[in-house]
């Protein structure tokens, strides 16, 4: 009975979804989908993506979470178009909260959107909000064995971003056996490096956010 | 609609929460529902809590994950009783859940019972599964800003610890201003600082578990 209620509403939410993106499609604008546990450093990657990609791409962000506004105020400082999303106690972003953002937004003058999901591992990777693309972060400290217990969230993220690497040296993460059992969950996955504090490896990502632009 | 069909769900999770807590109460059985992101630290508290209680405290221990068996392998490694829910999908433990996992374990030689939830900031706080205490923990990396975001977490439990202060001199953790947003949410919130990895700070938090068993 539970799980035909959660069918259901997945269903309704998906067609939100298509909806959403043809919205996106129709306006030409690409839109990400970025999960991650809180603290993870959706934020900023969100900053570092707006701070060397501005003066050649029109970027718009949405932000989502439970409660305040601090990361949209942290967005806004950077003089781009963003909507705060507070879902009142949901785990997770879903199509109609978007739905409602979009409308909030100059889509006609964006090539980029990206969406901060709240920050959770479980539930965002099962809502679909109308994006093209899912990525996820994982902080380094959050350690390597995430694949195994939110398997899902590997499986639906096009990119994988494992972020705060500057902490390497005061933690162990083994990469081979994290790299391993993410390409068996998800042999498609792109995995990067990144440090949004120091900037490496932010290159790489960026340009994977280009190549995608520059295809649609 | 949906929000009602929320609160039904709610309260038949807190009729088998209340039959859990008087099971638990029959067996004299303290229980401990334990609550962080993923990647926080939950099972490290844990191990250490049985390396430092074993000798004097008979623990059994309900370990919640998404999928996996990874944590209660490292806890039946210390030979304390453990079952694992595998929630299957679901990103919190229900009552329901801890219901059938206390079947299987023999609860009149248990004095403290440990319940990890699923790593999740949002939901565990939402679904009493029986525990008589809620205890978070918040990993250092996630930043000082997690109050404003999830405050449902901070405001329902009883003992907040700040797990990874080993990180401290590689992250800016602004302890002054957390103190200030937790107090506001909840005045009487026993905010603890450890770490996991170095033993520093479990003292306090085992006199406090010491404190709580004595008191029943």
Redesign the interface.
Known sequence: M?VK?LKN?LDANDQIASRNRQILDKNKVLAINIMS????GKTSLILQTIKKLKDRVRIAVIEG????T?DADRISEERVPVVQINTG?A?HLDANMVSNALDSLPLGDIELLLIEN??????PA?FKVGEHKKVMLL?L???D??P?????MFTQSEVIIIN?I??LP??DFDFTAFNKVVTGLNPKAKILQVSCKTGEGIEQWVSWLESELRGR
């Open positions: 539970k209620v509403i546990s809180p603290g993870a979470d439970i409660a305040s601090i106690g785990c709240v920050g959770n591992l479980v539930c099962e902080s400290p959050e350690g064995d995430k195994y217990k939110y398997p899902l705060k500057d902490f005061f933690q």
